[in-house]
Structures are given as structure tokens and as C-alpha cells.
């Protein structure tokens, strides 16, 4: 199998800027690696690339999907199939950048089957007064990674369960038999630089019409939740200044963050990390890396984290 190039960090980390310098070095093509960028209209909250980026380096996977529909990491994996196949055909080579573990954990080893919804099932799991406690009590590996709060895939763990009769933790090993090679370059910049471009990033969405987008769009509960967009929506509506979405959204993108870096950290040594030198150099060293015979074809576990 053609080993996956792949470009990746946590958000506002700038790996979108180093892949389009890396893309032009190797000749290749970008296809997103993002949960937000696939949703139309979702422009300045997700940091779509622009016109300008597009017509510099061609990109993949964007705008698949109307925001106020469903996607899912299935649904991305058969695109990202597609456009990969594609590219070859043309002789020119694919670069996955983004930041979301979820589709990197997919594209490295592929899906277990999980059952279709259940839309009857999941209302009377919405019922229930304590989501994770239930959880816990049938798949307790799953309630340990998943914050109480989070209760969407609360309920499609309690709904995988009832549907198989096994914990979706259990399920999710079955990603180790896929085994996919590649190259991955790990951006990881300081903690203190981090913290200083989320709160820059976060401050121009909000400047550049973040609140206005996001009140003009009809958003499925998904994309309503994300960064941004859920703050935007609160502003638009009069129950949040901006100031408070500012300070929020900075808060829920370092918790984001964090968690990207948890996962991204088990890829070891099997990852070239980036961590500090100039962008010409950071730009020479992924090049160098990518193109080198290096592979990677054990990847720790991920959750299900927007990135």
C-alpha cells in the first residue's frame, strides 16, 4: 500500500501554512484532514484555506456537505479514498494536513463497522439523567475518555453497545488490523507560542464576521457545536458580549488543543516532531522527511476529537 504522507499538529499549531510550502515542494496535493472544513459555508470559524491558498496549491475534501447535515469519519474515509485515487491517476502525489485524530486514526487503520443509528434508541438515551454513569456501567474504558458533557458520543457509545452488544471500546481495537505506512510530520510548537496564536486566532474570527456567519447559517447539532460557531450563534442572539465569546472560545480551543497533543504525542517516535527552528527550516526538515523510505504503521488510539 502506498505509504500516506501526512502533515498534522493541533490547532493553530500553523500547520496549515507549512503545508502549503511542503505541497509545493513535493509536487503534491492537499487533502484536509479536518472534522469542520468539509461543512459548506463554515468558512471563518474553521480557517478554511482561501481562494488564494486554493489557486497556490489545489485542495481536497473541503466543502462536502451542507452544514446542516450529518458527516461522519466513514463518510470522510470514502471521500479522502476517492480524491487519494484520483491524484495518483494524475502522477501527482497527496499530502493529508489537518488536525483532526479521528480521521488521522481512520486513515491509518481503517473502521470497525459500526451499526446505523438508531433514532429511537438514541431519543431514550437522551432521557437518561446521567449519560456518562450509564456509560460506565457497560463500557467504562469509553466513560474514562469521554468528558461527562459530552453527550453525543455518550449516546452513540450507550447506542453501539445496545446495538452489538459490545462496548464500542472494544470495537475500536479492531482499527489496529488495517496497518496503513506512513510518513508523518508532527507540528508541535511551545506551549506559550500556542496559547498566544489561539487567542490572535479566536480574536480575527470574531473581527471577521464570525458572528454574522454563523447566525446566517442553518447548522445540524455538530457543526452548531463547534468552536466558534456555538459562541457566535449566543452573540448573535444577545445572550453573549463578544468579549465573553472571545474568552470562551479561547478557553474550549486549549482544551481542544490539549487533547490533540495527548493523542499526537502516542505517535512516539514513529512521527518526525517539530517543535521549534525557523519556518524555512521547519519547511526543509518535513520535505526531507516525507520523502525519505521512514514509515509509521502503529498508531496509538485516538478520540474522537474537532479538530
Known amino acids: ?28 496535493e492537499i487533502l484536509a484532514m479536518d472534522s469542520g472544513t468539509v461543512y459548506r459555508g463554515m468558512e471563518i470559524g474553521t480557517a478554511k484555506p482561501t481562494a488564494a491558498d486554493r489557486a497556490r496549491v489545489p485542495h481536497h475534501l473541503l466543502d462536502l456537505v451542507e452544514a446542516s447535515k450529518g458527516f461522519s469519519v466513514a463518510d470522510w474515509l470514502a471521500a479522502a479514498g476517492a480524491a487519494e485515487s484520483e491524484i495518483l491517476a494524475r502522477g501527482r502525489r497527496p499530502l493529508f494536513a489537518g488536525g483532526t485524530p479521528l480521521y488521522l486514526q481512520a486513515l491509518l487503520r481503517g473502521l470497525f463497522h459500526a451499526p446505523a443509528q438508531d433514532p429511537e434508541l438514541r431519543n431514550r438515551f437522551e432521557q437518561l439523567p446521567d449519560l456518562h454513569a450509564s456509560l460506565a456501567l457497560v463500557d467504562p474504558a469509553t466513560a474514562a475518555r469521554l468528558h461527562p458533557n459530552d453527550r453525543k458520543r455518550l449516546v452513540r457509545a450507550l447506542e453501539v453497545h445496545a446495538l452489538t452488544g459490545r ?23 511551545p506551549r506559550d507560542v500556542l496559547r498566544a496564536r489561539i487567542r490572535a486566532r479566536a480574536a480575527a474570527m470574531l473581527e471577521g464576521g464570525l458572528v454574522e456567519e454563523a447566525a446566517g447559517l442553518t447548522l445540524s447539532r455538530e457543526a452548531g457545536a463547534f468552536i466558534g460557531y456555538a459562541e457566535g450563534r449566543e452573540v448573535a442572539a444577545g ?15 486549549w482544551t481542544l488543543v490539549r487533547r490533540q497533543s495527548t ?15 525557523t519556518f524555512a527550516e521547519q519547511r526543509d526538515q518535513a520535505v526531507a522527511w516525507l520523502e525519505s523510505g521512514a514509515e509509521f504503521t502503529e498508531p496509538a488510539a485516538a478520540g474522537d476529537v474537532q479538530g
Open 263 to 277: 493523542w499526537l504525542r502516542k505517535l512516539g517516535g514513529g512521527a518526525l516532531r517539530l517543535s521549534g527552528g
Open 167 to 189: 462496548p464500542m471500546s472494544a470495537q475500536l481495537g479492531q482499527w489496529a488490523e488495517a496497518g496503513r505506512p506512513a510518513r508523518i510530520v508532527w507540528l508541535d510548537p
Open 1 to 28: 500500500m502506498t505509504p500516506a504522507l501526512i502533515l498534522t499538529g493541533p490547532t493553530a499549531s500553523g500547520k496549515s501554512e507549512l503545508a502549503l510550502a511542503v505541497a509545493e515542494r513535493l509536487g503534491a
Open 239 to 253: 445572550r453573549m458580549t463578544r468579549p465573553e465569546a472571545l474568552e470562551r472560545m479561547v478557553s474550549r480551543t
